[in-house]
């Protein structure tokens, strides 16, 4: 593994969802980048964003492709991994009450959870770690983070839900900084070290 962003090839969750809005940020960091569909590639690939969609679908689609398992085993060896809104949903240790298919971040979440009446909604964030104040954040259907472990720093917050939050080589953001024009959330990203979570042994949250 590289650690300087320009040697990285990041990968792109390709088997459904909001993927494509991506590229333009990372080309603008020089980071080189490919979609993920099959475990073959996704030996290709240093770090890997699961993009915004449909959660459900999504986690059929890991299942049917064979790739959940890869996926889990490289998160747990301490691959960069970025889940956006659907994507937090699969990196999630229990949503709404069951367990998450991948597991990979303490966290309790539920989904759809600001209402069907507000499927979508813009929130200005302060995001003191990227020293953004009024960062205008996109929610789309988004899942609500209601408990986080112990070992997830939650770095930004809507009200009193963490919105953005990041255990070592984990990350997720419920809403989507990829439909913005600041790649700032990208630039986070690939500055992630390639450090094993901790959040497979630690002990499940209460469902
Ligand atoms: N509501 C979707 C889900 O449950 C997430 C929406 C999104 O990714 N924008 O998977």
């Known amino acids: 593994m590289t650690s300087s962003a320009s040697n990285q090839t990041v990968g792109l969750l390709g088997l459904q969802g909001a993927f494509q809005d991506h590229i333009p940020h990372l080309e603008a960091l020089g980071a080189r980048w490919r979609t993920v569909r099959d475990a073959a590639e996704l030996e290709q690939v240093d770090r890997l964003i699961i993009p915004g969609g449909e959660s459900t679908v999504m986690a059929r689609?890991?299942?049917r492709f064979s790739l959940a398992e890869p996926l889990r085993a490289r998160i747990e060896q301490g691959m960069p991994v970025w889940g956006v809104c659907a994507g937090s949903i699969l990196l999630a240790k229990t949503v709404d009450g069951r367990p998450g298919i991948l597991g990979a971040l303490s966290?309790?979440?539920l989904r759809n959870a600001y209402g069907r009446?507000?499927?979508?909604?813009?929130a200005v964030l302060d995001v003191p770690a990227l020293s953004l104040s009024a960062f205008p954040a996109v929610f789309i259907r988004a899942p609500k983070i209601v408990e986080a472990g112990d070992r997830v720093e939650a770095l930004s917050w809507f009200g009193k839900d963490p919105v953005f939050v990041r255990s070592r080589?984990?990350?997720a953001t419920t809403f989507h900084p990829e439909l913005g024009s600041d790649p700032i959330?990208?630039?986070y990203f690939l500055a992630l070290p390639n450090r094993a979570p901790r959040e497979f042994s630690a002990p499940g949250l209460p469902g």
Do not use: E, P, T
């Open 169 to 171: 080589s984990v990350m």
């Open 185 to 187: 959330f990208h630039q």
């Open 107 to 109: 966290i309790r979440i």
């Open 117 to 122: 009446q507000v499927d979508s909604f813009q």
């Open 61 to 63: 689609y890991l299942k």
